[in-house]
């Protein structure tokens, strides 16, 4: 098994997919060989035989997570209804699950190019489970994408209340303000407060280099994006 993930994470799916096919004649009752080696498939673009993976994972402790790669599989497969049916007939636990649900449905919307569809969902969302982060911040990046800037910072600045660590909240306004020009020393601060909490952040550094592009400090620019 841990040859099998160690050859997932290295995209060397031929030989991850036949270690944990020999682990699963060890261990046939484990859902986690099933929900990788689907993983794999669907990398390789084999739906059909992610598919018979994921149906095979019975388990309570990763059926959910199952239910949700189905969706994903499905969406890839060009099945976008049928994907979207399919995540709206999962039944949630929790609230976890539903924002879990809910995320996937708008990532393949978002990935349909269904973005006011995405925000019609995301919309709902937010009335079903108010001040989420993670709907929150979901929002933020379809409205940013929609042009909708009011509503784009005012999700971005609830989120930082919510959260006042959470670097990407500061770095998504901060970008699309720089992004749209508009108030640029704001945005350099904000993106700056990213920078801080995470510094080794690849779309943050690069975030901090478009803002001095905007601002006309073409030197940090360039160091910032070689970075």
Request: aromatic share 6%; proline share 4%; hydrophobic share 45%.
């Given at each position: 098994f841990s040859a099998g993930s160690l050859y997932l994470q290295e995209q060397r799916y031929q030989l991850a997919a036949e270690m944990l096919e020999r682990y699963l004649k060890l261990e046939p009752n484990d859902d986690r060989a099933r929900l990788y080696l689907a993983r794999i498939a669907r990398q390789e673009a084999r739906y059909q035989l992610a598919l018979e993976w994921l149906s095979g994972v019975f388990g309570d402790q990763l059926r959910f997570e199952a239910q949700l790669e189905k969706g994903r599989v499905m969406f890839d497969q060009g099945q976008l209804d049928d994907a979207l049916n399919h995540l709206a007939r999962i039944v949630p636990r929790s609230?976890?699950?539903?924002?879990?649900?809910?995320?996937?449905?708008?990532?393949?919307?978002?990935?349909?190019?269904?973005?006011?569809?995405?925000?019609?969902?995301?919309?709902?969302?937010?009335?079903?489970?108010?001040?989420?982060?993670?709907?929150?911040?979901?929002?933020?990046?379809?409205?940013?994408?929609?042009?909708?800037?009011?509503?784009?910072?005012?999700?971005?600045?609830?989120?930082?209340?919510?959260?006042?660590?959470?670097?990407?909240?500061?770095?998504?306004?901060?970008?699309?303000?720089?992004?749209?020009?508009?108030?640029?020393?704001?945005?350099?601060?904000?993106?700056?407060?990213?920078?801080?909490?995470?510094?080794?952040?690849?779309?943050?550094?690069?975030?901090?280099?478009?803002?001095?592009?905007?601002?006309?400090?073409?030197?940090?620019?360039?160091?910032?994006?070689?970075?």
């Open positions: 609230s976890a699950e539903q924002v879990q649900i809910y995320l996937t449905e708008e990532q393949i919307l978002r990935a349909a190019e269904r973005i006011e569809q995405a925000l019609t969902l995301l919309n709902a969302a937010l009335i079903d489970i108010p001040d989420n982060p993670d709907l929150l911040y979901a929002r933020g990046l379809v409205t940013a994408k929609l042009k909708q800037l009011v509503q784009h910072e005012r999700d971005m600045r609830r989120l930082i209340e919510l959260q006042p660590d959470n670097a990407h909240a500061y770095n998504a306004l901060g970008y699309t303000l720089a992004d749209e020009s508009v108030r640029l020393d704001e945005a350099l601060v904000l993106i700056k407060k990213a920078v801080k909490l995470r510094p080794k952040d690849p779309f943050i550094l690069d975030s901090l280099g478009w803002v001095h592009y905007r601002l006309g400090n073409y030197a940090l620019a360039v160091d910032n994006l070689r970075k």
